[in-house]
């Protein structure tokens, strides 16, 4: 992957140098209360059209495996919030309206209170917005945060069932609970590239490997971080042949025509109806490319799906005990997070074939 990719926590450019390392920052904006607006609230405050961006601000809202305008317009006209406040200028630059929205961050709207925090805070008293102050090279002061880059494929943070890699038509800012995919420099690819590569990604491939390298919390929930994102090995998409592009293409398509018709793979029984028909398909045509044979595409599909279901069946149990403790009245003690057991250790430089063929089950 981190021959193509660079992966972040959205793709604001505050939170892409923080990701990088580049400044030294919290991996949030600080402060959605002031950032995060409904239509009626960018209008009220006469933001239109230069000082606000659509926003994508929740992965609950990547319900496909493409993220459209249509999609976006359905948010907004639900009436939450569907706008970024984005001011790249000097203060002293800026009309008085946004000066003014400026200044209600800076003395009447508040970040979350903290435990153990008497106060509320002020927005402009963040980590973030105090970091940003700290980097006049990138931002103009606190309410700057830089702006946002056009990415083509992203993932959430944190899923229930299996990973979802998206393909954007229509640029949004991203929640930092959505990771992005940055192109590197040096990397240019087209779409039938772009849909191929997101085929491999959603597929039983991606997917062990994903459950391997993530981090189960004790909802049962899977969440990966930039760092193992960028280790997931990929197929060599500048190798493939062209007939193999397109192939992997087409199933794409098929993917999100069929999640389409289901109304979203955000629910259990739509994800595995689409694991057991387009991704098995998409599996077998992997396994020929990479000449590993049906036998183990079945086999990593079944691992997968095992994997999911221990996690899912831990936080079930999890949750039984808690239940049944407060009914006894006694307190339960919280699970300890167990750390994966690898077997054999992946070289980074491991091609895939030779990844599939270590046993990677839990």
Known sequence: MSTYFSATYGNIMYLILASQGAIRGVRNIGGESFFYLTEHEAKSRSLFPDYVYPLLPSSNYMRFYTFTKDDWEAIKNSGKECYLF?????????????KNYIA???????LRKKKGEVEAKTVNRSQASQARKKHPKYFYGWYDIGGVIEVPIYIAYGVQYLVRFTRSYFNTALDHRILALLPKENVHLNEIELK????FLNSSFSQIQVETRGRITGGGMLELDIKPLEELLILDIY???DDHKKRLAQLFDELEIEARRLGGQDVKENTMRLYDSIIKKINYTIAEILDLGELMAEGIRTMVKTMMERRLARAWEARREAIKGAEEERKL??????????????????????????????
Do not use: C, W
């Open 196 to 199: 191929a590569i997101l085929a």
């Open 86 to 98: 984005l001011a790249h200028k000097p203060r002293d630059q800026l009309p008085e309206n946004v």
């Open 239 to 241: 190798k493939l042949k």
């Open 333 to 362: 003690e919280r699970p300890r997070k167990k750390r994966a057991k690898k077997e054999t250790k992946v070289n980074q430089e491991a091609s895939l074939k030779d990844y599939m063929s270590v046993d990677n089950n839990r």
């Open 104 to 110: 209600e961050g800076e003395t009447g709207i508040f």
